[in-house]
């Protein structure tokens, strides 16, 4: 649970979800998430919970299965990557995987 | 350091294979045939994880999963549960990866099997942890090198294809065995006709290594059987000099270098990864029957196990040659073509494993291009058999049958490439030698070894072509007539 | 004129469909400064030329399509192919999809229009339209006030005449709620009727479009529509293939059968007095024809809790996607480590309450944390189910305010966000349990709307629409336009 001695969760949480809170943010989120957090809790004061089965999914569906069959043309000419992404030489422009 | 030496080795693999039989990626309905293709042309709204996409599940890819899982002998759920995996990588479209996870609540596909191996004639037998379904990744290229390239360009070709995830226990104890149990896994997997592990990419392996007491280093994405074993040998030297100068290994992932045949640490693992893994709710649970999977075992093929048996039985071929020859699935293909027409199995199996396979590794001939007809081999063996042909004929023609596609039958009768049998010509060879070498016939009169000397001679002199018995003959008879005629 | 009486017009006189066009611009032009409801309006131009185009391609079929010449307002986190669909996020401001969502290819087949993309909070987060990284729309009632959200600006279009029909989506009541504060009607249909391919998901499981419409039957014209099994959605239900709601509607409206309605006294009780007297007037006119009875809802604030732990759960997963590679915010990726880059792009990108949601997502998440908050809130949400499923058994629909308290002012939950988190707890029910749900403009108060929420079992939608016809005839509750 979120107390004020961990602060460094908040850096933890900006590491694994790659977004940063810039400084003036930073002491407004924290106790934001603080009293969020404390809603959650409530979830702890429901008893009797522990024989429930998690309900993943409100309509039981079957998961429904496709064919192996090819129904996508192929994209040639990039129509779906040319508006919105980096192309050099039919490859989508990325950032660097090693440190720069 | 006696007690490095005696270290026991803990190995344990984590096998990714491309179900490369299926017409679709995994999730969405886009072809999955994209080897030498443009780049970033099979791709969709889905595999490219546009916003507002969402993925539907190719049913074959579940049927293959359940044939592996059953050829693996190992339980199969009977619910599949699609969960996802986070973590960000630019190859990675939506930055998880749709996949499955062992734990209370989840379910692999399947879970707790094995596979049977023999080692130095010994069987043995590798647990196998987990199956998993999941997506590939996109491809990266750099600009030059890893290192120095400013960006990275990314080939979406590939990601969303169907990929099988096998885990083994950590029950592997050496660099061989590792190899042994890839060699049977990669044979099952043939068998079962789910992939074609010979296609670039289709087959990588993360092998976990360590001693035991001592931390366990990952070696990350290696490509082919023979790399598994190079890298795990290097490691294994490479960790053992480390602990004999008394350090510590560190935990870490390493990536295998093929080219330089080093492996280099790629990271330390300081803590786990958090994946953050839940249930996919864009895709529901999927009741796998009874039924189902009954109808799936019915339909598997012969595997390799049973093949084994049955060439040991039906040939009467021992362990090892059933072994070699199942191993190399399109070998016993044409061992069996060969065994309709031809009967002395053992000989049939001999050259198949010896030298055909030799050559067909100089040649660097993918079997699958291979264009051969399996009657030649048994012509061959039949003009070897009726003494039409020497051993060392057999020897010089199966290359050229192999690589020019030669008939046997027309090449002997043209060129008379046939084994010397003419007695009266080799009798005009053996007088030459004896003219020749009056030292060695004198030789020959005193010992009756030495006569072995002079059938090298008439050898050497006919190329090799003549007929040994015949040859062994006429100078018996020869000296015979020497000592007679008392000289 | 409602939408079911112009598409008539429409079909004797094709050519009406372009004067139609001509006054709606001109009120458009005359409100959308005052209120803004849209991000992107296509221009009228645009609009006379498809139009022309539809009318000569469908020339013998005209009297078969459903939506024939109705411009629709389409919220903004709903895909369609080269319009620009933003999300209200800096993340998207770019962003012109490839494909269309399967609702907006019914749409089109049925001869509808896309008139323009709607304002909302960015990716849905929010309940009042105020956290759109563009601007927030205000109230066509009182532009003083918050429209409600998040799909406030679908809201808003209907309100005051920029659209006669608009699509929105709701997780958590983001259709009801905006559709409460500016006095239309707005169902969030059943999970898994119809297709969320091409919605930018917020909370995969709680997550649908629907219909947002100024009377009854319209609604019901647009259900039908965007109502079918898809199979690009493994959620989509696949034995409901086509539904004429406006044919269900009206069997029912004809035999007028007595229901048995619920009445949620946790949600009346927490609700605030000009809102719980207004609902509770309509309340009377359901009792005196229906049968009803005040039903129990207890751990109001648990259920809260269960949803939103849910919702920033599948929100962090989802909005992983967004790093600037394939689409949405460019930066120079020359000479930029991976991590770092992603990083500039999401915190640029975002806006504060979104980044917020995926941080306390990714926390519910993580190992250790994952079975305490995020399994828990899934056990409940079965207990949540099994209590309906128990209610549903006596009951044929069970009524609530759809919103506790009026539209509040611009800038005035901001001071405390958790105050808005729970103003949802009337609507966050049926998400969790997946069930259809209506709010029906009842009544004002100080000018200001207030709607009635009806839930139902899953599947009940026409029993929904009958409930709304009978009120919106009894109060005369319909095409009532603002004025901003």
């Given amino acids: ?100 | 350091m006696s007690s490095n030496q005696t270290l026991k080795t803990i190995i344990g693999l984590e096998i990714h294979v491309q179900l490369t039989k299926l017409k679709t990626k995994l999730f969405c309905a886009t072809s999955a045939d994209y080897r030498e293709k443009k780049p970033n042309t099979h791709v969709c709204p889905v595999c490219l994880g546009l916003p507002g996409t969402l993925p539907t599940v190719n049913r074959k890819a579940v049927e293959y999963a359940i044939a592996v899982a059953k050829a693996l002998n190992c339980e199969i759920s009977d619910r599949l549960m699609f969960v996802r995996k986070h973590y960000f990588y630019p190859d990675l479209p939506k930055n998880y990866q749709i996949s499955q996870y062992i734990g209370p609540g989840f379910a692999p596909i399947a879970k707790n099997g094995y596979v049977k191996i023999i080692v130095d004639g010994k069987p043995k037998i590798v647990r196998i942890r987990r199956i998993n379904i999941e997506e590939d990744p996109g491809r990266i290229v750099y600009l030059g090198s890893i290192e120095t390239s400013p960006y990275s360009l990314i080939d979406y070709n590939r990601s969303g294809v169907a990929l099988l995830e096998i885990v083994t226990e950590p029950d592997i104890e050496s660099p061989k065995e590792a190899r042994i149990f890839l060699e049977k896994l990669i044979a099952i997997l043939e068998y079962l006709g789910v992939t074609d592990p010979g296609l670039e990419g289709a087959f990588r392996v993360d092998a976990n290594i360590s001693f035991e007491g001592f931390g366990r280093v990952e070696i990350k994405n290696i490509g082919s059987i023979r790399d598994v074993e190079k890298a795990l040998t290097y490691e294994i030297v490479r960790q053992r000099r480390i602990i004999a100068g008394g350090g510590k290994i560190e935990r870490e992932t390493r990536h295998w270098d093929s080219n330089k045949g080093v492996t280099i640490s790629l990271r330390s693992k300081e803590f786990e990864e958090d994946y953050r893994y839940f249930p996919d709710p864009d895709l529901p649970p999927l009741r796998i029957s009874k039924e189902l999977i009954e109808q799936i075992t019915k339909s598997l093929p012969e595997l390799p196990d049973e093949r084994i048996d049955r060439f040991m039985k039906q040939y009467s071929l021992d362990e090892y040659r059933a072994t070699v020859l199942v191993l190399n699935k399109w070998l016993a293909d044409l061992f069996e073509t060969c065994a309709k027409h031809y009967d002395k199995y053992k000989k049939l199996a001999d050259l198949l494993i010896t030298d055909f396979l030799r050559w067909i590794n100089e040649f660097n001939i993918d079997y699958k291009n291979l264009r051969l007809d399996p009657l030649q081999i048994v012509k061959l063996l039949r003009l070897w058999d009726e003494g039409t042909l020497s051993v060392k004929m057999v020897k010089e023609l199966l290359p050229q049958i192999i690589r020019d596609g030669i008939d046997v039958e027309d090449y002997v009768k043209s060129s008379g490439y046939t084994r010397l049998a003419d007695k009266e010509y080799l009798k005009s060879v053996v007088e030459e030698v004896f003219r020749e070498s009056p030292k060695a016939v004198q030789d020959a009169l005193e010992n009756p070894k030495a006569i072995n000397y002079l059938i090298g001679l008439v050898m050497k002199k006919t190329g090799g072509r003549a007929d040994p018995q015949l040859v062994r003959e006429i100078i018996l008879s020869m000296l015979d007539k020497m000592k007679n005629t008392g000289s | 004129m409602p939408v079911h009486k112009l598409v008539e017009e429409f079909k004797i006189d094709p050519s009406k469909v372009f004067d139609y066009l001509d006054s709606l611009y001109d009120n458009i032009k005359r409100v959308e400064n005052k209120i803004q409801s849209f991000i992107t309006i296509i221009p009228q131009e645009t609009l006379d030329r498809y139009v022309e185009n539809l009318i000569k391609e469908n020339k013998h079929r005209i009297d078969n399509l459903k939506l024939f010449g109705i411009p629709i307002a389409v919220k903004d986190n709903i895909s369609t192919k080269g319009i620009r669909t933003t999300c209200a996020s800096k993340m998207l401001e770019n962003y012109v999809p490839p494909y269309n969502a399967t609702v907006v290819e019914k749409i089109m087949r049925e001869g509808g229009i896309i008139i323009g993309k709607t304002n909302m909070d960015e990716f849905a987060m929010g309940s009042t339209t105020e956290t759109s990284a563009f601007y927030p729309t205000k109230n066509p009632w009182d532009t003083t006030r918050v429209p409600g959200g998040s799909s406030g600006g679908s809201a808003t279009a209907l309100a005051s005449g920029e659209a006669p029909l608009a699509l929105g989506s709701d997780t958590g009541g983001s259709i009801r709620n905006p559709a409460s504060f500016c006095g239309v009607y707005g169902l969030k249909p059943t999970y898994g009727l119809v297709s969320r391919y091409g919605l930018i998901a917020y909370a995969s499981s709680m997550d649908q479009i629907g219909p947002m419409a100024r009377n009854v039957v319209d609604l019901a014209i647009l259900l039908s529509v965007i109502a079918g099994h898809d199979p690009r959605d493994s959620t989509s239900v696949p034995f409901v293939q086509s539904v004429d709601y406006v044919q269900e509607l009206y069997k029912l409206y004809h035999k007028e059968p007595k229901l048995r309605i619920g009445i949620i006294k946790e949600f009346f009780e927490g609700s605030e007095e000009p809102v719980k007297k207004a609902a509770t007037k309509a309340v009377d006119l359901l009792c005196s024809y229906h049968e009803c009875q005040e039903i129990s809802l207890p751990f109001s604030k648990q259920i809260i809790a269960a949803y939103y732990i849910i919702a920033m759960a599948e929100a962090s997963s989802n909005l992983a996607r967004f790093d600037g590679v394939r689409y949405g915010m460019k930066i120079d990726f020359t000479n930029r480590s991976w991590d770092e880059a992603f990083t500039e792009v999401r915190t640029k990108g975002f806006g504060y309450e979104v980044r917020k949601r995926i941080a306390i997502g990714a926390y519910i998440l993580s190992a250790g944390y994952r079975d305490m908050y995020y399994i828990r809130a899934l056990k409940l949400r079965r207990v949540l189910k099994e209590r309906f499923d128990q209610i549903f058994k006596d009951h044929d629909i069970v009524v609530s305010p759809t919103m506790p308290i009026l539209p509040p002012r611009l800038g005035e939950f901001f001071k405390d966000p958790l105050r808005i988190y729970l103003a949802d707890v009337n609507t966050v029910a049926a998400n969790l349990v997946g069930i259809p749900a209506i709010s029906i403009p009842v009544d004002f108060y100080n000018g200001l709307p207030v709607g009635l929420q009806a839930m139902a079992k899953q599947f009940s939608e026409p029993l929904l629409l009958y409930v709304a016809k009978q009120l919106e005839d009894r109060t005369g509750f319909r095409d009532i336009l603002a004025q901003p």
């Fill in chain 1, 1 to 100: 649970m979120l107390s004020s001695s961990d602060s460094n969760i908040l850096e933890y949480l900006e590491r694994l979800t790659l977004i940063k809170f810039n400084e003036e943010e930073k002491k407004r989120v924290y106790e934001e998430i603080k009293k969020v957090i404390e809603l959650f809790n409530e979830v702890m004061k429901v008893e009797g919970l522990d024989n429930v089965e998690p309900l993943y999914h409100v309509v039981e569906i079957e998961l429904p299965l496709r064919e192996d069959e090819v129904l996508d043309a192929i994209d040639e000419n990039h129509e779906l990557l040319k508006d919105n992404a980096i192309l050099e030489n039919d490859y989508v422009k990325a950032p660097k995987t090693v440190g720069a």
